[in-house]
């Protein structure tokens, strides 16, 4: 079983960048293939981006290709979200998950363990 604890949310300016760290404990992160979503109030969790095990290979939404970037550090631990150019609507609470059965996926149930989140808030 896997912990997972989201950091580094901001009020942040439009335009402005954030890097999000999520650190794992419980069991090695390099066992799962990781991704962070967001929720926005009033709308359903939105998939970012995701990574698998080794790093090597990434998957972005539509939505942030060439703004957000998702990497790893097996050997820390942690999976990270930088965020450049951020917009208003970029404004949400932030997670990271761990896949359940190790695919690359950008559906919410396929993800089984989930942190607390962390707040993003972009002001125009």
């Known amino acids: 079983q896997a912990q997972l604890v989201e950091s580094g949310g901001d009020l942040v300016q439009a335009g402005g960048s954030l890097r999000l760290s999520c650190a794992a404990s419980g069991r090695p992160l390099s066992t799962y293939v990781m991704a962070w979503f967001r929720q926005a109030p009033g709308k359903e969790r939105e998939f970012l981006a995701t990574?698998?095990?080794?790093?090597?290979?990434?998957m972005y939404a539509d939505s942030v290709k060439g703004r957000f970037t998702i990497s790893r550090d097996n050997a820390k631990n942690t999976v990270y979200l930088q965020m450049n150019s951020l917009k208003p609507e970029d404004t949400a609470v932030y997670y990271c998950?761990?896949?359940?059965?190790?695919?690359?996926?950008?559906?919410?149930?396929?993800?089984?363990?989930w942190g607390q989140g962390t707040q993003v808030t972009v002001s125009s």
């Open positions: 998950a761990t896949s359940i059965a190790g695919v690359m996926s950008s559906k919410v149930p396929s993800y089984g363990y």
């Open positions: 990574i698998d095990r080794s790093g090597s290979v990434t």
